[in-house]
């Protein structure tokens, strides 16, 4: 089959394409045949080596996947061989023609719902239903969603006035992306390319505050954020570190203020993303949810999407079709 193959950590020409053996289900496992891959962001940081990747390269590059299941391993329900499912691999292993992943990762794809949506809005989505949940809007609140044009951002915009925002104010890199946000349901949105961002916050704030702050930036600027935060009782959620660095913040600064910060990242977190996954599809299925695509790519763009994500051009997913 064809794969991509991850030969090193660096650019993305490290990401090459070769022809290799199709995996075999083992114990707990099932195999599909990929028709739909999608290129996620936090996957650009681990091949570029900014994330630690657990294993040593050469390996089948990617995470996630959607198609149709062609074997299934002992201990798994031979009923599920034909059915549409997305997969979350364990170790890698998803950019190729056939993926084998844990059998435990499987979602049903809806009646309806095509390989290539359910591709695009499985893991943003997946992140986005349970930061809403955890936000617990009081339906008169404000919120702040950080990066709100593209992935998590995107689906976060989407549904925040359905889960209790009564003003969404987000920021996003430049003009384009700004309008984005705006069509996805941000009210007023900042360009936080603007170094000064948050002084542009505090104007568009004009003395009013924020309840909810969905932080995918952090790093310096989240200290500069607690100013504009409800007393008592805002809540901030921290899950990305998209400036390089997690929210740089001490408990004094939080405590002082009354204000809560959540973490949102580690091991129990992403069993409630898995368990978010049905919703998700569900979601996007029904249309409460749209998936954002960029372009479906053959499998050998791989590369050139990493370099088009880290370029921050796409609006929506790419997704790679073997
Ligand atoms: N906790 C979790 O469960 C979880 C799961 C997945 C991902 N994450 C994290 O969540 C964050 C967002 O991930 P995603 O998949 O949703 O990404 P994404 O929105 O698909 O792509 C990242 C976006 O962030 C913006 N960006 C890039 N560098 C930036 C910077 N230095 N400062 C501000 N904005 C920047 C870019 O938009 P603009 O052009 O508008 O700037 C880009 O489109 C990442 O930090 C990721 O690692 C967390």
């Known amino acids: 089959m064809q794969a991509i193959v991850m030969t090193a950590t660096g ?3 490290v990401l090459v394409l070769e022809e290799i053996p199709a995996p075999r289900a083992a114990a707990g496992d099932v195999v599909i045949r990929a028709e739909a891959i999608p290129v ?3 996957e650009t940081k681990l091949r570029a ?4 990747l657990g294993v040593e390269p050469p390996l089948v590059f990617g995470f996630q996947a959607a198609g149709v299941v062609t074997e299934v391993g002992t201990d798994v329900d031979p009923a599920l061989i034909g059915r549409r499912v997305t997969v979350a691999t364990m170790r890698f292993g998803s950019y190729a023609e056939f993926v084998s992943a844990p059998a435990d990762s499987v979602t049903l794809i809806p009646d309806g719902l095509s390989s290539v949506d359910a591709a695009a809005v499985l893991m943003s989505g997946s992140v986005a239903l349970p930061l809403l949940e955890t936000a617990a809007l009081t339906g ?3 919120v702040l ?3 709100a044009a593209t992935g998590i951002g995107s689906y976060l915009t989407q549904l925040a006035k359905e ?3 009564a003003r969404v104010i ?3 890199g430049g003009p384009e992306k700004a309008e984005h946000a705006r069509k ?3 009210d007023e949105v900042i360009d936080h390319n603007d170094p000064e961002w948050t002084t542009r916050l505090r104007e568009t704030l004009s003395g009013t505050t924020l309840d909810v702050i969905f932080d995918s930036i952090g790093g310096t600027t989240a200290l500069d954020l607690l100013d504009t935060m409800t007393p008592l009782r805002g809540r901030m959620l921290s899950y990305g570190w998209l400036s390089g660095a997690p929210a740089q913040l001490t408990a004094t600064d939080l405590i002082t203020r009354g204000l809560t910060l959540t973490g949102c990242a580690g091991p129990d977190w992403l069993t409630r993303v898995a368990n978010a996954r049905t919703a998700t599809l569900q979601r996007a299925a029904t249309g409460t949810l749209t998936p954002l695509i960029e372009a479906v790519l053959p499998l050998d763009q791989a590369a050139h999407a990493h370099q088009l994500i880290e370029a921050r051009s796409p609006l929506g997913k790419f997704i790679l079709r073997p």
């Open 11 to 13: 650019g993305p020409e």
């Open 40 to 42: 996620l962001f936090p």
């Open 49 to 52: 080596g900014e994330f630690p």
């Open 140 to 142: 008169a609140e404000t």
């Open 145 to 147: 969603i950080e990066a």
């Open 163 to 165: 889960y209790g925002a």
């Open 170 to 172: 987000a920021t996003a």
């Open 184 to 186: 996805l349901g941000a």
